[in-house]
Nanobody, 116 residues
Framework: QVQLVESGGGLVQPGGSLRLSCAASGFTFSSYPMSWYRQAPGKERELVAS????????NYAESVKGRFTISRDNAKNTMYLQMNSLKPEDTAVYYCYTLIMFRRSWGQGTQVTVSS
């Protein structure tokens, strides 16, 4: 079955960086677009960034443009989110996501906390 496992979250100071990873299994990773979402306390889950199956095209939320970079390594079945210049408002649980045959799949999430 589809499995998505995030890692790389943690506590970081404002202005710092983190790299999140999403390890995928149970499906042909290289055939599907992937996305990162996040959910802050008391807020709805929001799309952060998306990447096509080949990695040739990406999209970002306005709030993270120029600071975050989404990428993927299809040989390793892994997607990444490089987060630079982190701000307190980036604090959230970050989830990886894909849609396969009309079925949504989510990881368990990884907590990112930006605080001094």
């Amino acid at each position: 079955q589809v499995q998505l496992v995030e890692s790389g979250g943690g506590l970081v100071q404002p202005g710092g960086s983190l790299r999140l990873s999403c390890a995928a299994s149970g499906f042909t990773f290289s055939s599907y677009p992937m996305s990162w979402y996040r959910q802050a306390p008391g807020k709805e889950r929001e799309l952060v960034a998306s990447i096509t199956s080949t990695g040739g095209s990406t999209n970002y939320a306005e709030s993270v443009k120029g600071r975050f970079t989404i990428s993927r390594d299809n040989a390793k079945n892994t997607m990444y989110l490089q987060m630079n210049s982190l701000k307190p408002e980036d604090t959230a649980v970050y989830y990886c996501y894909t849609l396969i045959m009309f079925r949504r799949s989510w990881g368990q999430g990884t907590q990112v906390t930006v605080s001094s």
